[in-house]
């Protein structure tokens, strides 16, 4: 079982950054993928960022062009997202999804853990 614990939302103007991170916990191995998604009311969680363990990256559109990078620090089993140039679009609550294998998750359904999420407001 792995739990996995979001930190680092809040609060920001537009133009502003925020740091987010995703610490997780248990299971036997570290694992293989762990994703970033976002959710505003009445929508599916839509995906972000991902990162693999070795540090095989892929962005969605909208991400990269925020300028947001994700990290991963694995002996530490963390990642972190920095976002910059954040907009009001950017609000939401940002969920942190662990899929253990390497098969390519294809959406949210492929995660096997989610964490409890973090919201972030941009304010206008």
């Known amino acids: 079982q792995v739990q996995l614990v979001e930190s680092g939302g809040g609060l920001v103007q537009a133009g502003g950054s925020l740091r987010l991170s995703c610490a997780a916990s248990?299971?036997?191995?570290?694992?293989?993928?762990l994703t970033w998604f976002r959710q505003v009311p009445g929508k599916e969680r839509e995906f972000v960022a991902r990162?693999?363990?070795?540090?095989?990256?892929?962005y969605n559109e909208a991400a990269a062009k925020r300028r947001f990078t994700i990290s991963r620090d694995n002996a530490k089993n963390t990642i972190d997202l920095q976002m910059d140039s954040l907009q009001s679009e950017d609000t939401g609550i940002y969920y942190c999804?662990?899929?253990?294998?390497?098969?390519?998750?294809?959406?949210?359904?492929?995660?096997?853990?989610w964490g409890r999420g973090t919201q972030v407001t941009v304010s206008s």
């Open positions: 248990g299971g036997t191995s570290s694992p293989y993928f």
């Open positions: 990162i693999n363990r070795e540090g095989g990256i892929t």
């Open positions: 999804a662990a899929a253990l294998g390497p098969r390519i998750p294809r959406g949210p359904v492929d995660y096997d853990y």
